[in-house]
Nanobody, 118 residues
Framework: QVQLVESGGGSVQTGGSLRLSCAAS????????MGWFRQAPGKEREAIAG????????SYADSVKGRFTIFEDNAENALYLQMNSLKPEDTAMYYC???????????WGQGTQVTVSS
């Protein structure tokens, strides 16, 4: 059974940093594709970062490019999202996901809340 468990969310001020973690069990993080998504109240879920090709390739939404970094730790079998220069508009519930491809995510975590205050 695949389980993805996010942690690391919290409240920070504008310009601050957070690192989100996604611990995987029953799934190898370096296989296929993993990604980070977020959803703010009243808004649609947004794909913000993906990692594939065994961790050699990454992609980012324009809204986070240059500020967020997605990476994997194969020894820990975990996915991470380093978030720098946070803005109030980054406030959302953040989810990690895994799947056969970056357009077909089968497994989702429960989410971790990020709140950025001005």
């Amino acid at each position: 059974q695949v389980q993805l468990v996010e942690s690391g969310g919290g409240s920070v001020q504008t310009g601050g940093s957070l690192r989100l973690s996604c611990a995987a069990s029953g799934y190898t993080v370096s296989s296929n594709c993993m990604g980070w998504f977020r959803q703010a109240p009243g808004k649609e879920r947004e794909a913000i970062a993906g990692i594939y090709n065994g961790g050699d390739s990454t992609s980012y939404a324009d809204s986070v490019k240059g500020r967020f970094t997605i990476f994997e730790d194969n020894a820990e079998n975990a996915l991470y999202l380093q978030m720098n220069s946070l803005k109030p508009e980054d406030t959302a519930m953040y989810y990690c996901a895994a799947g056969r491809s970056c357009v077909d995510f089968n497994y989702w975590g429960q989410g971790t809340q990020v709140t950025v205050s001005s």
